[in-house]
Nanobody, 118 residues
Framework: QVQLVESGGGLVQAGGSLRLSCAAS????????MGWFRQAPGKQRELVAT????????YYANSVEGRFTISKDDAKSTLYLHMNNLKPEDTAVYYC???????????WGQGTQVTVSS
């Protein structure tokens, strides 16, 4: 069992930066992939970025490509999302996610609010 706890959200002006962290209770090295999702009010949860267990394969949604960077530190069991040049449309609750293939399991954090003012 892995528990995920996000932190680092807050209120920032457009053009600003934030770094989200996701601390895991157990080792994240056994997770096959980790990622960040977000959900804005009245909208469905959407995938923002993912990172493979090796850290060599990343995916970014078109809306954040070039502005956000996902990374992880296995030694600290922590996933990060570096967000630059934030826009009001980035306002959402951001969730950390972990995926394990065998046995098939997925884990979610409780979410952290990011609000970008114009």
């Amino acid at each position: 069992q892995v528990q995920l706890v996000e932190s680092g959200g807050g209120l920032v002006q457009a053009g600003g930066s934030l770094r989200l962290s996701c601390a895991a209770s157990g080792s994240i090295s056994r997770l096959n992939a980790m990622g960040w999702f977000r959900q804005a009010p009245g909208k469905q949860r959407e995938l923002v970025a993912t990172i493979s267990s090796s850290g060599t394969t990343n995916y970014y949604a078109n809306s954040v490509e070039g502005r956000f960077t996902i990374s992880k530190d296995d030694a600290k069991s922590t996933l990060y999302l570096h967000m630059n040049n934030l826009k009001p449309e980035d306002t959402a609750v951001y969730y950390c996610h972990g995926l394990q293939f065998r046995p098939s399991s997925e884990y979610w954090g409780q979410g952290t609010q990011v609000t970008v003012s114009s």
